[in-house]
Every structure is written in structure tokens, then in C-alpha cells.
């Protein structure tokens, strides 16, 4: 039906309230960005319990490590890299620029991180790579840039390199944890050397870190 009463203004998005995962929100921003994923040519993989890895997982094992499911603190402040990247999704501001989309709006943030995955995913160095490689490597290619002429490797020879970027491999890592695929124990020992505490059974931290990432918008 049409009236003559102008629509009311759009209320701000929780303005100075913290926007998370556990945002009531959450829900349909993730839905927003798992519709954009089913155009990304996703590999088919299934994880040590049994589960065939999607889109909305590897959306969720994203957000869980680029910003541990929070978008904005209590203040308002959007969660910020030291680099400049911002909110769930950590998009650069010229990256979401170029995708469309306003890094600072939580939903958008989503849809643009989904966006550029469908990138890596559809073409360039990642794309023609065998199933588990091309997903994980995927994420590497979201953390160090998808033209890295070190991805042109592959995952096994890739998280072995001394000279790739340890942050991208520790990515690597923590990834194929998030999604509950089993280290090898090569993966294992690197992972020892990169990120996980001496003290920590690797195993159990691996099963918390899925959960966790499961976890993400429940």
C-alpha cells in the first residue's frame, strides 16, 4: 500500500553499542554472506567428524580468526588493524571500496569479505589448485594478498617455507583447524613452532579452536 506519510528514517545501527557475533543481527548478515558465496567455485571437502565443509563455515572460520566475531566495541570504535583493516571481515577501506561496499556497516562488511573470497575462489593463482589445497590456500590468499607468488606453491610445500610470510601460514594453520580437518604431523610441529603453546596437547587445541569457530553466531 502507498501513503502520503514520508517513511521514517533508518535508525543507526546500535551507534555506540558493540556489534558482534552474538549480535542478534548476526544471523542474517552471515545469510547475506553465504548467499553471495554459493557463486564461489568451493572445493569439495569433508573434515575428520565427517561433515562436508561450506561456504557458511569457511565464512565463519574467517571471522573467528580475522577478528574473533566482533565488529565494533562497546564505545563504537570499529575493531582496527594496526594496517587500517576494519570490522568482522578485516576489509582494507580501498578493498571494500573497489567490492562496493561500506567496511564500517556490518552486514556490507560480510558481503565484501564474501565478495573478494569469491574472487581467490573463481580465478588467479589459487583457483585451478586441487580440493583441500585451494581451500586452504584460499585463506592465505585472503591474508597475504591473492597475486603472492608464493602461493603458487602448493599448502604442503607452502607451510614448509621458511621465506612465506609466517602470518599467512600460521592462517593456513589455524584454518584448517577451524574447519576440523586433521593436521598432519609435519602441520602439526610447524604449528608447535608458529602459534601453538608448548604447553597445549596440539589435538585438544585443534578440537577448541573448531569449536570455537563453529561457534561463531550460535
Known sequence: PTSNTPAPAAKPLNIGGKVTSKSPQFKSWLANGTQIAKNWNFPN????????????????????????GVHQKTNGQIITSSCGALGFMQLMPNTAKGLGVNPRDPKQNIA???????????????????????????????????YSKRLDQSWSSFVKDSKAPKETRRYGLKLKMCLGIKLSTEEEMVAKQLFVPKSSNIDQYARNTYSYAKGIGQ
Open 45 to 68: 571437502v569433508t573434515n575428520m567428524y565427517g561433515e562436508k565443509v561450506t561456504q557458511e563455515a569457511f565464512l565463519k572460520a574467517i571471522i573467528y580468526i580475522e577478528s574473533n
Open 112 to 146: 565484501g569479505g564474501a565478495k573478494f573470497l569469491g574472487g581467490i575462489f573463481n580465478k588467479g593463482k589459487v583457483a585451478g589448485k586441487p580440493s583441500l589445497d585451494k581451500l586452504i590456500m584460499a585463506g592465505c590468499a585472503y591474508n597475504c594478498g591473492p
